[in-house]
């Protein structure tokens, strides 16, 4: 039988991309919605410490191993905002659409749009693991000034990849997973997961 190993997210469209990444290896995936786990509180101000605690509470709660991501956008000019806030920006019940309005908003008359999108992903292999193995991925860009593409989520119609100039949401799948902020990171958690599980 494949280990399991459960997730710390309620998005779906994040959990697709997880799944569709470390799918090819001899571990089972699991969703925590899988054992009726409620998303944990993000009460940090930094990316590794709400990723560690949402990793936390999904193993105690699970009992087994657990990965946990914490991602958002940072834009220079907003001295890094959204940052963690990124999913609730334009307050809570969370749309993406009110996030992307705040965030052009925010930028109406600033000329210097760079941002980058980070993602740290943490992996423990139980609740109280003191070596948890922690990844990042970061993916450079800039801010458009109107929205464009219909794929991806969150500020992908915004973020413009300065490698192919497409904006997030403009681009295959395939491609968003292999250069993106999340892919990044989950290719280098790979490599380490395979250390363990083989």
């Not at 997880?18 to 969703?31: A, C, G, R, Y």
């Not at 009110?98 to 941002?115: D, F, G, I, T």
């Not at 801010?143 to 990849?161: A, E, H, M, N, Q």
């Not at 380490?192 to 083989?198: E, P």
């Amino acid at each position: 039988m494949k280990k399991q190993i459960v997730i710390a997210t309620s998005n779906a469209k994040k959990l697709i991309e997880i799944q569709s990444i470390l799918n090819d290896m001899s571990v089972e995936i699991l969703p925590q919605s899988h054992f009726k786990i409620e998303a944990s509180e993000e009460p940090f101000h930094t990316f590794v410490e709400n990723a560690l605690i949402k990793a936390r509470h999904a193993s105690r709660l699970s009992k087994l191993p657990a990965i946990a991501d914490d991602s958002g956008i940072c834009v220079d000019a907003l001295d890094g905002k959204p940052g963690v806030l990124s999913a609730r920006y334009a307050g809570e019940p969370s749309s993406d659409e009110k996030n992307n309005e705040k965030l052009l908003k925010s930028l109406e008359n600033e000329s210097n749009r760079k941002a980058h999108y980070i993602c740290v992903i943490v992996f423990v292999k139980h609740e109280m693991d003191p070596e948890p193995i922690i990844v990042e991925g970061i993916w450079h860009g800039e801010i458009l000034k109107v929205p464009r593409g219909s794929g991806g989520f969150g500020y992908d119609p915004l973020f413009l990849d300065h490698m192919t100039e497409k904006a997030v949401a403009e681009l295959p799948t395939d491609i968003k997973n292999r250069i993106s902020h999340r892919g990044q990171a989950l290719q280098k958690l790979k490599l380490k997961l395979n250390q363990i599980y083989g």
